[in-house]
C-alpha cells in the first residue's frame, strides 16, 4: 500500500473517532506559489541576513532597510495565489466537517491558507498583511499596495512595523497555546513544507508526538522531525496534498466525486 492511501487511511480513522485533523505548514507548502523559502538553495535567509532585517535591534538600527526587505516579501506574497498545496486542505476541511475539524497552524505569515478557504488558522509567526505600530496600540490591516515612504510611520509619529514575530520576539499573544492545544488533542497532525528548525514553533509537533498523535510529512526532503514519523510522504506539497485529499475522499465517499479541483 502506498504512503498516500496509508496517509488517507489514517486521516479518515481518525476523522471518525471525531479527533482533529490539524496541519502544521511552514514556507515549502507556498513555494509553489513563488513564495521562496528560507532556508535550502535559494532560500531568503541567503540573500539577507536575518539579524538585519528579521530582528528588533536590525529594524530599530536602520528601519528603512527592514522595511525594504517586509515590502519586497509582502509584494512576493500579493502576488502568489493559494496554490493545490494550499486548496487540498481547504477542500479536506469541508470534506470532513461532519466528522472533525481540520485547522491549520501555520509559520508563514503570507495568508494563504486563508486565501484557499481554510477557516480556522492559526498564525504563529503574524502577518505580511498587517502593520502596527511600536509605541501606541495602533494596527492596520488594510494596506496600501506601496507605501509612499519607508519606513511608514503611524498618525502618533512613531515608527510602524510589520505584525510579524522576528528572531527573538516572544510570539503573538495566545497562539502558541492554541496551537499546543489543538497539537496535543489532534488525531493525525500533517507536517507540511517546514524545516522544523525555528523555535518554539518547531516544539508543536514534538508536543503532539509525545500525546501519542500520529505525524505525517509532506516535504521532498529529510527533516530532523522524519525519523519521528509515522507516514512519509517524500513530494511537493502542489502534488502529494491533493493526491492526499482525493483518496481521503474516496474513502469517505466510495467512488463518489472525490476530486479536489482549483475552484
Ligand atoms: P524553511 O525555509 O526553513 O523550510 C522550508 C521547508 O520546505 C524545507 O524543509 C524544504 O525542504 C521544504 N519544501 C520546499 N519546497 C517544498 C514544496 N514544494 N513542498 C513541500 N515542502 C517543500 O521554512 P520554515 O520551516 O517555514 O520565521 O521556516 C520556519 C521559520 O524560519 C519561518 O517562519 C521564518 C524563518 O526564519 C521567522 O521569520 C520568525
Known amino acids: 500500500m502506498s504512503t498516500i492511501s496509508d496517509a488517507a487511511r489514517m486521516i479518515v480513522e481518525q476523522a471518525e473517532r471525531g479527533l482533529p485533523i490539524v496541519a502544521f505548514t511552514g514556507a515549502g507548502i507556498s513555494q509553489e506559489s513563488g513564495v521562496p523559502t528560507f532556508r535550502g538553495g535559494g532560500g531568503i ?20 532597510r527592514s522595511w525594504r526587505f517586509h515590502e519586497e516579501l509582502r509584494r512576493t506574497c500579493l502576488a502568489g495565489k493559494p496554490n493545490m498545496a494550499h486548496i487540498a486542505l481547504a477542500w479536506m476541511e469541508n470534506a470532513l466537517r461532519s ?5 491549520v497552524i501555520t509559520q508563514n505569515i503570507d495568508g494563504l491558507h486563508q ?23 495602533f494596527a492596520d490591516e488594510d494596506l496600501p499596495a506601496e507605501f509612499p515612504e519607508l519606513p511608514p510611520r503611524c498618525e502618533c509619529g512613531e515608527l510602524l512595523r510589520p505584525d510579524v514575530v522576528w528572531f527573538g520576539e516572544q510570539l503573538p499573544h495566545g497562539s502558541f497555546d492554541r496551537a499546543r492545544l489543538l497539537a496535543e488533542s489532534a488525531g493525525v497532525m500533517m507536517v507540511v513544507g517546514t524545516s522544523a528548525t525555528v523555535q518554539p514553533a518547531a516544539s508543536i509537533p514534538i508536543a503532539a508526538l509525545q500525546h501519542d ?16 514519523i509515522d507516514v512519509t510522504i517524500r513530494d511537493v506539497a502542489g502534488a502529494a496534498l491533493p493526491e492526499l485529499a482525493e483518496r481521503v475522499g474516496q474513502l469517505l465517499n466510495g467512488a463518489g466525486d472525490s476530486e479536489c479541483k482549483r475552484e
Not at 486565501?115 to 496600540?137: I, P
Open 45 to 64: 535567509w541567503e540573500r539577507y541576513a536575518p539579524e538585519e532585517v528579521a530582528t528588533a535591534e536590525g529594524f530599530f538600527r536602520d528601519p528603512a
Open 213 to 228: 498523535v500520529s505525524l505525517i510529512e509532506i516535504n521532498p526532503v529529510c527533516t530532523t522531525l522524519s525519523e519521528l
Open 115 to 137: 486565501a484557499a478557504g481554510s477557516s480556522d488558522v492559526t498564525e504563529l509567526h503574524g502577518s505580511c498583511h498587517r502593520v502596527r505600530c511600536v509605541e501606541c496600540n
Open 99 to 103: 466528522l472533525t475539524n481540520c485547522p
